[in-house]
């Protein structure tokens, strides 16, 4: 079984996804946010390309929930902030989401034989199921506006370091992703604030989700796409 | 000044090249090998895309090169081995030169204010020639058929490292080229020979080519594209 990285979504077109299994990741905050809301009890996220087909399905009985530039649009329920998903009010709702980078990525992957959701948050579980499938995996990093980033990778490197005994790791992409989670691992939070997309946030004054999305396997649930709903 | 890094030819479209010198970077091995051509004496490289193109040229008194998949194709005098370079008896020769990679990223690049080509083999010399011009940099990998590869890279890793003081780098790219190289620098050749495109290299028996390439700063030239001549 091979363990393959696609570092940004430019890259995708290299890459069969036929029959293997993509993990999407997009750490800050997207893939994080999602696995925090299905936690907490909400019944399926569908990601969406724009917010106005998140507005067209908040008439529909969804809450909408939108992230562009890392800031929540106007008329829309909910952002892109995990803290917002920790609200137990929100159990059994259907939440229809649309973000700068995470939810085109899932839409990107349709192709692929299944889509699981992956961040540190849930790091082990992804783990655990990926040996268990023994499937071909292809990491799929967001990135920023289709640039590289380093937290997403940061997450595939964890994750190829979690399935080293039982995937051939050849690309080159992986490789790097693994000495770099390597480089980081002591003080991954403290790393991550160094990256571009760290100082983007710090302008914001969202730093705490940052701190939040690095804890590392908290939540032992894979959310997967089925019907284009995530879902457990 | 900043300092950015280009990690695939198809994540250029995300960049402005305008105003910038970019550094164009195909360690294994077009640009440590136009590196030794020049450093013989050769006169100047001429970038094509396809072997039919070199071979045109080859009648108007240019010497054909081609490399397609690491090896020369029928009908060429030289391939792409930097050994093949370090024959005298090249010295005022004109190349025709078609590579896999990082040819293409030369044409590509034509949209910059001045193009370089960088390499291990030049790495001081190419880093003290930024410092001194004082204008924005792009170190522009070339990978393995648009592939991330971590020879470049590391290559984009080391540069950046030298030009810390000088230039301001808040790309992530640039970022994990750095802690690349840092967990590289110590033993660079052994750290390739683990990629994938070594790998390839051992099968075709030019692992020496790599340890060629490998060299530091051997060679005080920095190549430049002049009207689409890469000369010095």
Redesign the interface.
């Known amino acids: 079984m091979q363990f393959e990285t696609i570092?940004?979504p430019?890259?995708l077109?290299?890459y069969d996804l036929q029959g293997k299994t993509v993990v999407v990741i997009d750490v800050l905050r997207a893939t994080s946010t999602i696995c925090t809301g299905l936690f907490t009890g909400i019944d399926h996220f569908y990601a969406v390309s724009s917010p106005s087909e998140a507005l067209e399905l908040q008439k529909k009985g969804y809450l909408a929930a939108a992230e562009r530039n890392a800031v929540k649009p106007d008329g829309f329920e909910l952002g892109n902030s995990p803290f917002e998903y920790l609200n137990s009010e929100l159990k059994g709702k259907k939440i229809a989401f649309t973000t700068t980078n995470g939810t085109h990525c899932i839409k990107l992957s349709l192709g692929a034989d299944e889509i699981l959701i992956g961040s540190f948050l849930n790091l082990d579980a992804i783990a655990k199921y990926c040996i268990d499938k023994k499937k071909d995996i292809i990491a799929f990093c967001a990135g920023?506006?289709?640039?590289?980033?380093?937290e997403d990778?940061l997450f595939a490197g964890a994750l190829a370091s979690k399935l080293i005994d039982s995937f051939s790791i050849?690309?080159?992409?992986s490789?790097?992703a693994i000495?770099?989670y390597?480089?980081?691992k002591s003080d991954l939070k403290n790393y991550i604030l160094?990256?571009?997309?760290a100082?983007r946030f710090e302008k914001l004054g969202i730093t705490k989700d940052i701190e939040f999305c690095m804890q590392t396997s908290i939540y032992e649930i894979v959310p997967r796409v089925i019907n284009g709903k995530i879902t457990l």
Chains 1, 2 share one sequence.
Do not use: Q, Y
């Open positions: 570092l940004s430019l890259l077109p290299l920023w506006k289709n640039k590289f980033n380093l990778t050849n690309c080159d992409s490789l790097a000495d770099l390597n480089a980081a160094k990256s571009s997309h100082k």
